[in-house]
């Protein structure tokens, strides 16, 4: 069902790319008017689009329709969901410690830098990078040897910003623009790409968040937990802001699945790129897992 899914989305990733806009747009509208629960005709308009064609658009990028899509991000329905995630992502935490096995459905393994790779910071690796469509608007992409070391949606701060943050982070890195040695590497997260090519990462960051970073691995496709289970899995129940600093660093988006984290009162919460698209991933899935 889910390889289905992907499949189908790489062959429509360009549309879906300019499809998001409008996506974002309406998400946007809800939000500010969340209190008035605007009807789909409204909805619509504020995209400027009739009602058929917005519906259309929707089901075609999400899997599923406007009205799933509100049910789904109601705090209400999100509660249920986290209330029998919490146990699931302990259970599959533990299991992929136990067994270095599989932790995600996309196979991702983590590798964290060593000590002295962290110090001389990127010295010595060679780093390719691109930007490229997916179906949440445009993506900056990095990859090493080693596997996948940045993943960023581009929002308002656009392509040269996020890609001068990325290079300061690796000074000692030889980086070079290759959107064609980078190109695989998104078929393979958003579509259908070469099942062969791994999907390793290789993170930047504290024995901590690295930690984190790893049960963040564990959260099933559909399921949500909030800022106290997670750290309740890593067994640090007391460090929950802290825990909830290491998800907003998390340098990889959507295969570090930070955007299944919500507030413990149902609230989708924010998402540092953006909470319409911490919304809009989270409708996606659940079209994944129903359709």
Wanted: positive net charge.
């Amino acid at each position: 069902m889910m390889q289905e899914r992907k499949a189908e989305t790489l062959l429509e990733l360009p549309s879906r790319a300019e499809d998001y806009q409008r996506i974002e747009k309406a998400i946007l509208f809800l939000e500010k008017n969340v209190h008035r629960r605007p009807g789909l005709q409204e909805i619509a308009r504020a995209v400027n689009l009739s009602a058929f064609h917005f519906q259309r658009l929707f089901k075609r990028w999400a899997g599923i329709s406007p009205k799933r899509f509100l049910q789904v991000l109601t705090a209400e329905h999100v509660k249920r969901i986290m209330e029998n995630s919490g146990s699931l992502l302990e259970a599959t935490y533990h299991a992929g410690l136990s067994s270095a096995g599989r932790l995600h459905d996309l196979f991702v393994n983590i590798e964290a830098m060593t000590p002295g790779e962290f110090r001389r910071r990127g010295e010595g690796l060679k780093l390719f990078y691109g930007v490229h469509a997916s179906p949440f608007g445009e993506c900056f992409i990095a990859v090493t040897a080693r596997g996948i070391c940045r993943l960023d949606f581009i929002g308002k701060a656009g392509r040269r910003r996020t890609v001068d943050a990325f290079l300061k982070q690796w000074p000692g890195a030889e980086s070079r623009k290759d959107p064609l040695m980078t190109k695989p590497y998104i078929e393979r997260i958003f579509g259908s790409g070469p099942a062969n090519l791994p999907l390793s990462l290789l993170c930047k960051g504290t024995n901590f968040q690295i930690k984190v970073w790893q049960a963040l691995l564990s959260i099933p496709v559909g399921a949500v937990v909030s800022y106290e289970q997670l750290a309740r899995t890593i067994g640090r129940p007391g460090a929950v802001r802290a825990v909830a600093n290491a998800v907003a660093r998390n340098p990889v988006a959507f295969l570090i699945p930070c955007h299944r984290v919500i507030r413990k009162t149902g609230a989708v919460g924010g998402y540092r790129w953006g909470s319409a698209r911490k919304k809009a991933i989270l409708a996606w899935e659940a079209g994944s897992e129903e359709g």
